[in-house]
């Protein structure tokens, strides 16, 4: 276990931002910090607004930019076993593990993450779509900058299908349904805001299928036509059905009661195991494929 690198913060002050001071900006904005630790920054020349030192009650402008370094520090264990499961000169197709996170985020992950991981073989890779911490399975990078552009096109436009699989509590009574309900922002004390099923969010589509029932569970594959964040435990529990071991979407497909864990908490099984899709150089229809943990196979 050691330090990574540490890392330079900046951000752009937008309109949230204008007007505010300083300080109140960046408690508001990065509340894992306290505000009294932000001040402390701030008073120390941590934090430096163009590129210069400013007192903690100066007041923003749209476009200025706020800058901060952070010391390096050691990253919480992950798992660090990836395996490529495809690759031409445009794509990279790789297996994230359960508990690895596709990108830095959290205060927490920069290194330990599947997108340090693959930059080491293809430097200038970008994923295509991110998986939950949670989630094993299959990730698609653009492999060179100059990939990006016409795939991330074949997504926009959604000539792609993706196939997960996962484990829910209880026995849907169908073996094949569709769940529609739309997926948006609720408040959440812990968070101050995460996406759940609510009546305003935005329109949202899972297809299930059941592959196998089990006792007081049921093994399912989903494909999913929208990409909200967390698409498949909301839906799943929305339907009365939550994902075994999820400490986060209860039924209803909210938060549950009394619950104060985050999205990025493990121990629900979701797996993606099949991204098909238009190769954007040669126009050929693509099948990826990542084989699922035993406990998402079929007994």
């Known amino acids: 276990m050691g330090f990574n690198q540490g890392y330079v913060h900046r951000e752009q002050v937008g309109v949230e931002g204008f007007g505010c001071t300083l300080l109140a900006h960046l408690a508001a904005r990065h509340p894992l910090a306290s505000r009294d630790l932000w001040r402390a920054r701030i008073l120390e020349g941590q934090v430096r607004l163009d590129e210069a030192s400013a007192a903690p009650e100066a007041p923003l402008r749209l476009g200025q930019w706020i800058t901060w370094a952070r ?121 101050g805001s995460l996406h759940a099923a609510t009546p305003g969010g935005r329109p949202s589509l899972s297809r299930v299928s059941v592959l196998e029932r089990r006792e007081d569970a049921a093994l399912l594959e989903v494909e999913i036509f929208t990409g909200r964040p967390h698409q498949i435990r909301i839906h799943l529990a929305y339907t009365g059905h939550p994902l075994v071991g999820d400490p986060l979407y209860g039924p209803g497909g909210i938060p549950m009661p009394g619950t104060c864990a985050v999205p990025g908490d493990l121990g629900y099984l979701l797996h993606a195991q099949r991204l098909e899709l238009r190769h954007p150089r040669s126009g050929a229809w693509l099948i990826l494929e990542c084989q699922p943990p035993p406990a998402l196979r079929p007994t």
């Open 71 to 191: 010391p390096p520090w050691i990253e919480p264990e992950v798992p660090l076993a990836t395996a490529v499961l495809y690759e031409d000169e445009d794509l990279l197709a790789v297996a994230k593990p359960s508990g690895l996170p596709t990108l830095p985020g959290g205060g927490e992950f920069l290194e330990h993450t599947l997108l340090a991981l693959v930059r080491h073989r293809a430097p200038e890779a970008s994923p295509m779509h991110r998986l939950g911490r949670g989630t094993s399975g299959l990730v698609l990078f653009a492999r060179t900058a100059a990939a990006r552009k016409p795939l991330q096109a074949v997504f926009q436009e959604r000539q792609t299908r993706k196939v997960y699989r996962t484990l829910c509590q209880g026995c849907p009574a169908l073996d094949a349904f569709e769940v529609t309900a739309p997926i948006g922002e609720v408040p959440y004390g812990p968070l």
